[in-house]
């Protein structure tokens, strides 16, 4: 039995990368935590934020931390690693770890490369595979939200279209995901900086049409009188 963080989505858009999770941390099918935050600042150019088991997502932060730290004592304060050299440095350590005491999560990785401006947005998963690409969904949002980002996501998205966009796949997720829940957070990943945003509630509306119509009666034969 392990606690788990369901969905996660993450895009990139024209202004840099946005990613959004829901709050909610499961024990089995328990609603174990309410208000869990399953992101954190990574370096001073992006966030990550993890789906999976959530004890080896601090874990992670732990160790991120800790890297991070000894990396800038190391070069005198200046953070020799990048947003894609953490990637590529947790998707090295799952790998290693993979068949010793592996590490179940999903981590994503978005970002904007001081650089040279790249924006980066990238995954990997407990067993060190690692992708980078436009749009990502974690757990059960890659199969319910796949199509939703494939039909909507464009290159030239603005803030307000992306954040729209990753509010309508959690909402799918919050309707069809039992681990999922209707309390989300979003983090936003620009040239100005990272910010990660309060934790809110999504505006759902139990109310259908389906429940009123396609009631028990509808299906079942007629009673006999």
């Known amino acids: 039995m392990v606690n788990v963080g369901s969905t ?3 895009l990139k858009y024209k202004d840099g990368v946005m990613i ?3 709050t909610q941390c499961s024990y089995g099918s328990m609603s174990e935590v309410k208000n869990f935050q399953k992101m954190d600042y ?3 150019e992006g966030i990550y934020a993890c789906s999976g088991e959530m004890s080896d997502f ?3 932060q732990k160790h991120l931390d800790e890297k991070f730290e000894y990396d800038e004592i190391q070069n005198d304060g200046a953070c020799f690693m990048h947003i894609r050299d953490y ?3 947790v998707a090295g350590r799952s790998y290693n770890a993979r068949t010793k005491s592996p590490c179940l999560v999903t981590t994503v990785m978005g970002g904007i490369d001081k650089r ?3 924006v980066f947005l990238g995954y990997s998963n407990s067993h060190g595979l690692k992708i980078e690409q436009n749009w990502i969904a974690t757990g059960f949002g890659n199969h319910f939200c796949t199509v939703l980002l494939d039909n909507e996501w464009r290159a030239d998205l603005s803030a307000d279209e992306c954040k729209a966009l990753i509010e309508k796949c959690l909402t799918v997720m919050f309707w069809r995901d039992k681990l999922g829940h209707d309390q989300i957070q979003i983090g936003n990943v620009t040239k100005e900086g990272s910010t ?4 809110y509630k999504l505006k759902t509306d139990k109310n259908l049409r389906f429940f009123h119509e396609m009631t028990n009666d509808h299906f079942r034969p007629l009673t006999i009188r």
Do not use: V
């Not at 990660?196 to 934790?199: L, R, V, Y």
């Open 58 to 60: 601090q874990n992670l």
């Open 8 to 10: 996660l989505i993450a």
């Open 87 to 89: 990637h590529n440095y």
């Open 196 to 199: 990660i945003g309060q934790m």
């Open 20 to 22: 959004g999770t829901d």
């Open 42 to 44: 990574l370096c001073s």
């Open 116 to 118: 040279n401006g790249e």
